[in-house]
Nanobody
Framework: VQLQASGGGLVQAGGSLRLSCAASETLSRFNVMGWYRQAPGKQRELVASISRGPKTTYADSVKGRFTISRNNAKSTVDLQMNSLKPDDTGVYYC?????????????WGQGTQVTVSS
């Protein structure tokens, strides 16, 4: 499984970015898709996820500002990020999760840098 993330960049506080993750397999093969981020010196954290339902979940810090969506026909998952803050800076990773017999499988993209300047 390959996950190709794109859309990162440098933006001023209050600005917007849209991240996109293209999967090499149809999204129906995954139970959940998500975006994680890792800031310098911090652990990787879940930003948003979307299930097949689709049911969405968001970190408290991004609720009301970020929106995750999926396009099953294109096998893509996007993260629209509005009202960006310097605390949103980090490397953003696309994740795909699949439930299998005996456990879960997780697949990761290569990450895309998001830098929000104050």
């Amino acid at each position: 499984v390959q996950l190709q993330a794109s859309g990162g960049g440098l933006v001023q506080a209050g600005g917007s970015l849209r991240l996109s993750c293209a999967a090499s397999e149809t999204l129906s093969r995954f139970n959940v898709m998500g975006w994680y981020r890792q800031a310098p010196g911090k652990q990787r954290e879940l930003v948003a996820s979307i299930s097949r339902g689709p049911k969405t979940t968001y970190a408290d810090s991004v609720k009301g500002r970020f929106t995750i969506s999926r396009n099953n026909a294109k096998s893509t998952v996007d993260l629209q990020m509005n009202s960006l803050k310097p605390d949103d800076t980090g490397v953003y990773y696309c994740n795909a999760g699949r439930v299998v017999v005996g456990g879960n499988l997780n697949f990761w993209g290569q990450g895309t840098q998001v830098t929000v300047s104050s």
